[in-house]
């Protein structure tokens, strides 16, 4: 009996540990659907100062975003017209420089012309005076006495260069004209009798005109100038 009697009281005791359990367990769901029911009526109530905040700053941030890409475009616009205008000065500056070379060119060119100009008046002057210089050694009548010879014996006349007759007749005309060595022979030739010649001759770089120098042989005395003219060749 009394074994069955504490059997029973410990099946009421748990039955009341259960139920003190059960509503234990009712009370925490509750608490905890008030608490979680709250959080979401307070995230309602303030959602929607939480969305005007959101655009808010949305729209302070395009406001930016569109500040920021202006001040860029501004920039790039100002490097554009910098790097334009530098290009612009670079131009003027190498036109300047292409300009000033070719002034200095043409200055150059001008002054090799006049520095041409002037040896080729120098040198014209240079023959002017030979030629006044020659004509005043030269006579009329020629040489007065004959130039003396090596020749022996009958004379002929020679007209190969470089023969003692040939170099003989140099030698007078040289005497007579002043030239010396300086001069261009432009033939010498017979002058109408086996013991008569004619030079015509130049000074060195003159071709537009010649002494005429006529020659005669006087037996072992050698050649005598006669005559010396002036022609234009």
Known sequence: MRSRFQRQKRKKLHVSLNALICIVLVLIFIVAGNIIWGDSNEASTNNPQNTTRSKGEQNNQQNNDTTIRK??????????????????????????????????????????????????????????????????????????????????????????????????????IQMATGLGDNMNIWRIENGGGPQKSVGKVSPDGEDSWMYVVNLEWVDQKGWKVTSVSKQNR
């Open 71 to 172: 001040d860029k475009e501004t920039e790039l616009k100002k490097q554009e017209i910098k790097l334009r205008e530098n290009k612009k000065t670079k131009d003027q500056q190498e036109a300047k420089r292409i300009q000033k070379d070719s002034e200095e060119a043409k200055k150059e060119q001008k002054a090799e012309k006049d520095r041409e100009e002037q040896k080729a008046k120098e040198a014209k002057e240079e023959r002017e005076k030979q030629r006044s210089q020659d004509e005043k050694k030269v006579t009329g009548s020629g040489s007065s006495e004959p130039i003396g010879t090596s020749q022996t014996g009958p004379h002929t006349s020679s007209y190969v260069e470089d023969s003692v007759d040939w170099n003989e007749k140099v030698k007078a």
